[in-house]
């Protein structure tokens, strides 16, 4: 999970905290870096670009919806109107169900299975989709690019500033300074954003299911993003850690990236629950 590193770090800390041991974390860290083949497939909905291997499955990425058989819909699931020769049939790519031409006309893009082009969409999916391309347009390059946070392993005193950002397969949140180790986003359990004015409590965690309705952190709005508590798994241990992240010099980067943070904790747990 850690790397080896000559000088003294929150490596060391991390260990005393039960970071996986050795031959453990080099395996975490051959996983990060093995390539991401990518193979073109067609399904029914459309063509898709996908990992070879689906063990590298983007952790935002959502399967592809059973269809309602035809013959289970006789009427459009929308506005009920009768199908017939004239009057053709269409399934949603986002979530499968049985439309008429006028209520699943648009095509929308859909990153989250992956599609290489706009695929058909009823009236309701098309919008989710649509608000989620801002996440794929905006917040995940913000990502990609990374904030510099002061980071605190566990219930350490001792801290350490980081670069953290997250893979470009974006399984894994990257963090270096002096030392570097990395956090599977498939293995988080919780997150709390910290604002401006607040400190971490019980009552303040935000896990999966409460970001769902959470609406506190935006780019533009009144709370900014301060820090971030982490609680997760690392590979190989069922024992949860703590990690803690709060804005360095910069501060408006790093709460552009929290913000964005934020938005990808909710389709994290959005794929979960699929």
């Known amino acids: 999970m850690i790397r080896q590193q000559p000088r003294r770090s929150l490596e060391g800390r991390g260990k005393r905290a039960g970071t996986v041991a050795g031959g453990r974390k080099s395996r975490q860290s051959k996983m990060s870096s093995v390539p991401d083949g990518k193979k073109l497939v067609r399904s029914p909905s459309g063509l898709r670009m996908v990992p070879e291997n689906g063990a590298f499955n983007s952790p935002f990425s959502l399967d592809e919806p059973q ?86 392993l566990g219930t350490s005193e001792k801290s350490e500033t980081m670069t953290c950002r997250l893979s470009n397969n974006h399984r894994y949140l990257f963090l270096d300074g002096e030392s570097h180790f990395e956090v599977e986003l498939s293995r988080m359990s919780s997150m709390q954003i910290l604002t401006d004015g607040t400190s971490p409590g019980e009552n303040d965690i935000h896990t999966y299911t409460s970001l769902l309705d959470s609406h506190c952190i935006s780019e533009g709005g009144t709370s900014r993003a301060s820090g971030m508590l982490l609680h997760y798994k690392p590979m190989g241990s ?30 994290l747990y959005e794929a979960r629950d699929q």
């Open 67 to 152: 269809w309602v058989p035809d013959k289970e819909c006789p009427r459009c699931m929308q506005c009920d109107t009768k199908f017939d020769f004239i009057r053709r049939k269409h399934h949603c790519r986002r979530c499968g169900r049985c439309f008429c031409d006028k209520c699943c006309s648009k095509k929308v893009a859909l990153p989250r299975m992956c599609f290489v082009d706009p695929v058909r969409q009823c009236a309701e999916c098309g919008l989710v989709s649509q608000k989620e391309m801002e996440f794929y347009d905006k917040q995940l390059k913000v990502l990609l690019a990374g904030g510099t946070f002061i980071v605190t």
């Open 238 to 267: 069922q024992d949860v850690q703590q990690l803690r992240m709060e804005a360095a010099d910069d501060k408006k980067v790093a709460s552009l990236w929290l913000a964005a943070m934020h938005k990808a904790a909710k389709l």
